[in-house]
Structures are given as C-alpha cells and as structure tokens.
C-alpha cells in the first residue's frame, strides 16, 4: 500500500488518532491493458527503490478522504500514479472484485499494513493512455499474466499484494 | 432476443432439432455510455418494428456458434447489431452479472422465448465509438438510466427484456 | 442505517471527531430465506417505531469497528438484529454485491446519513433459524419478493434503503 | 467433467449430432464447508480411477438438460455426485463466479474436453450435510484451501480443472 500520507485534507495528528479509532477506507487498482476481446494482455505494477536499495513493485492504492466517492477516489489515485494521461476506465459495477483487510498484525489476514487497519476495495481497471508514474515511483512496467505470476515478480511484492495480484488475475480468468 | 436466425453454420433443419434437444447458449449485452467515473450515463436500446407495426425495443442478442468463444460471440452481436465503429468494451471479467433462461412457455421464469429454451449470459458492455444500427434494427436510441427504468421505454420492451434492462441498471447501482 | 451509535470501543466525542475526518465503514445484510434451489422466497425487514410514531423498515447494519473482520461485523450486526439463533449464512465470496455510501448531504448519492459519510459493504445474506428482533427493533417481518418491492413497503424505508433493497433484490433475479 | 453421459433424455445419435452443432451448456460446483464467518475451511474434491488405474480429482459436474432450469441442474449434479443427504446451498445470485469453455481442443483454452465444445457456468457451493459419493466416484476427499492448491493435489485434476480449483480459491479469498 502507498507509503506517502494524503495529509492535504488531515494533520498528522489527526490521521494518528482516526488510525487509532476506525478502519480507514481505502482502494486498489490493479491496472490491465486489455485486447478487444475484453482478455487482459498486461498488468501494470509500479516499480518502487525500498531505503535499502531494494526494489518492490504495487499496484495503484490509496485511501477515500471524506466527502469524496469511491469512484472519484479510484481516479484520483490512479492519476496520481499512473499519470494524467492513463485514461483509466473505472468500471461500471461499483461492486469490488473483492475486499482486503490490511491490519498492522502481519499475521491476522496475511495483509499487512504497520500503519493501519485498513479495508480495501480491490478493482481492476483497464487503462488505455498514456501511462507515465508520477510521485516517487521510479516507474511502471507491464507484463504478462505469466510474468505478474512468476516468482520473479510476485517475489517483488509485499504486505500481501502478491496473494492480492493472484487474486486479479484469478478473477480476469488469467491465472496461469 | 434476436429473430433473425443464424443458418450460416447450421441449416434451419438441424437448428430444429438441436432447439429440440438441448438448451442453446446466447449472450446479451446492455450497451452503455459511461463519464470518467464510470458512471453509466446512457443505455442503448435497439428500435425494431413488428409485423403489427408496433415499435419495440431490444438490446444485443445472439447465440453462441459452436467453436466460438463467449468474448467472440460478444464482439460479434455487438458489431451485428451496433456497427463495426463501435467499440465495445468487453468486460475483462468472464462471468455475466446475471444469467436469464428462456422458455417458451412464458410463465417459467418470466423471460419468454417461443422458439427455445436458452440460457443467456448477460454483459453490460460500454461502447465509445459510433452505433449505427445494422441489419433489421430501425434506429438505436440511447437513454437517462431514468428514462430506460420509465413505464414509456420499458413499456416497448417484450419477453422479460424489461425486466433484465432492470436488473442492468441495478447492477451499475442506476436503479431509479 | 442503525441509530445506536456503538460507543463501547469509541467515546462520543471520539466517534464525533472520526466522523469529521474520514468515512466510516460499514455493512449491511440483507436477510432472506431461500428455498432448496437457492431461490430467494422471503425478505426479512425491521420494523422501528420513529419518534413521531410512524414505522419504518429497514436491513441489517452497523459499523466495522477497529481491528475487527468485515465477516466479524456482519456476524455481530445479524446477531444484534436478529437475534443469536438466526444462523446467518455468510457468503463465501468477500465481495460486498454492491456498494452504498452515504453522506449527510441527502443529494449526493440519494443514500442519506446524517451523521455521516458512510462506505457500505452491502451483503445478501440467508438466515435459516430462528430470528427474534433484538435491541430496539419492534418486530421483524418476512416478505417476498413482489410485496418487498411493492410501494407499501418501500415507501416505508428511509435514506435510500428503498433503493438498496430493489438492488438487492436485482441481484438474485427477483426484481418483479 | 464427468464423463458418463445422460442419456436419459437423448439417445446417443442425438447427444453426437447436437455436440457437432452446437455448444452444450454446462453447470460445475466446487463444494465447500464453511465456518460461521462464511471462510471456506475445506474443498471437496471426488476420486475416481481412471482406466490405466491412475487416480483424478474433480469438482461436481454435468449438463444442463433441455427444460431444466441451471438451478435444477446444479441441485441433481450435486445429489447425484455428493448423494441424497448433501444439502447443498445453491448460491442466491444466479450468475456463476466464473465461466469456463471447454473444447476439443486443448490448446484453445486450457480447459479441455475431448467430447464436445462446453460453455460451464460455476460456482461454489457450500454444502452442510453428509456426502457420500454415489455412482462412479471411489470416494470424496476433502482439503484445505492450502491442501487444494498444493501441486500433490492440483496435480491430479485434468483437463483444466486444476485451473478452475485455483480460480475457486481465489474467489472466495482463499488462494495461498
């Protein structure tokens, strides 16, 4: 999950106690490009250098500020890490293809957030443009269903977003 | 559902006998607008005049050819029907949101089918590009998510249609 | 939604001040008997006396509290609702069927809280045993599909949850 | 997929000709026990010795026969592959979580059957009774989520169905 606190609508403070007291809302992108058959041919993971010098690759995420919609969240994040240019196509169900539960206990549901309870609302979006990652992501790379689930790249991901990629792909019928 | 046949890989007498002897698989599709949210804004239904001059309306409809993938069928029904500008958008998600099975008796399940029985798994597709309807279709009218769910639009809708143009909205949280 | 705020794990003034810096998660069970099919053959909805004496019906919800699961919530919500014999049936898949946010604003999504801005992880749940309103609920009343979605008994819910309840019922294929 | 054919409602010339003509809707049920919560704790997979004395795994499957509703065909799949006293719980929502094609070839999508082009609607189907497999099946295993997806058991499933389980898990938020 993003590491850079959205603290434009809250004080630190503020989110320190809001973590202590509630679950916090939060979305998950999982970036695809699709053929027209509607296949996935591409999953797009950011590329992030760790403080050791290590390198870990997530998918779009971030948390719902008050007053605002999921669905505007969902373009909010994604134009935060992918760029303005991506065109992500949001879409129409506002049903998750599933829900995650982050918890500071890296053991509880095998997602783990230090910072906070979160429950996450999962979704794969297409994204047509332009893709250009902004923000402290060193990049975004695509790769195939069978290149997302092979240990090289699922061995990059953290915090459960590897179980949570699979999960994508098993719910676009791609699990390899 | 669609009344022109599809005799092109199978002829009308060994479309019979098949009717005769097993459920036939068709898929449907709702074709929507969508803003950047994902918001459905528009619902397209197909304009056809009956024999009695009586105008219905109708979404995208057909069979499922043997050797013909689902997505494929998809593209196919939505181009028959929309035009080849299209530009549909298949879902990356391989199951419908609903399943409607046809009858000809109309009081099984309410979805009404004289000439088979079929099992129909039911899309909701977004299109981007130009619709001109082809074949038999007069026009394709696009509406508010309030005026598809209105007496007047529903009302011009037979077989059930009405009731899964309801059940589409629902899905995309439209329901008036 | 419920009225009872639940203050055991927040005080009031916490609560206040959660509620002015983010949204709340919740969720919302809709409880139905089904048949030996899966059919859904009854709806289950709250009876509540408001202050001015008129009655309003209403679903299963209540909050997702700190550290707890979204399946613990829904648990704990049916069983406070409808009593510790309900049986409720949770699903399998994590996925709320929709999602339903709430805000004090009663324009923004037609979902109105006005306490709140509320993310809703709405569920379909079957109850197989025994239900006993519980808490300040006066009664619980079963109906089906066609008389849940008739006017006299969705012109007595409130906030949207006439709304949600023709969702759900769109969602097992009810909707009349 | 199961591999005796019904034959009761077609003779064999008529199933031959049909599978030549047209796809044959199929349903497929991975049954599953639940905990209170709704998590799947085991998977049940049936045993059955092929004829070079290799044993495979497979899910409850079968056809969809003319005039039977995909609800009727999941409950008689289930009693006849689980037995009388299963009492599984057919899912509410009509739509199955994934759709698998089948085909003679087995290239075309990785889920192959030798005898016919198969479009499959499945679900997961809890199931809370006494099973005890009836007709061909030797016996009825049942695994954890883990047990399932491990390659001692995955790797007894054929045609695909090692895949399907692995989408199953994944739906329900169980793939390791």
């Known amino acids: 999950m993003e590491t850079v606190t959205e603290t434009s609508w809250l004080s630190d403070d503020r989110l320190e106690l809001m973590r202590a007291s509630v679950p916090v809302v939060y979305v998950e992108a999982v970036p695809v490009r699709v053929d027209a058959l509607g296949n996935v041919t591409r999953i797009g993971l950011l590329l992030r250098v760790a403080s050791d010098g290590s390198i870990s690759r997530l998918i779009v995420s971030g948390r719902v500020k008050l007053g605002e919609l999921v669905r505007e969240a969902l ?15 949001i ?55 069978a290149e997302a689930a092979s240990r090289a790249v699922i061995g990059q991901m953290t915090g459960g977003q590897d179980r949570l990629l699979r999960l994508a ?3 676009v019928g791609q699990l390899p």
């Open 169 to 171: 792909l098993a719910h």
């Open 75 to 89: 373009v909010r994040h994604c134009e935060k890490d992918l760029g303005p240019l991506a065109l992500p196509r």
């Open 91 to 145: 879409p129409v169900d506002p049903a998750p293809f599933t829900v995650v539960e982050y918890f500071p206990d890296p053991d509880k549901t095998g997602y783990h957030d230090p910072r906070q309870h979160a429950v996450s609302l999962v979704y794969v979006v297409p994204v047509d443009g332009d893709c250009e990652p902004t923000q402290e992501a060193l990049d975004l790379a695509w790769f195939t269903p």
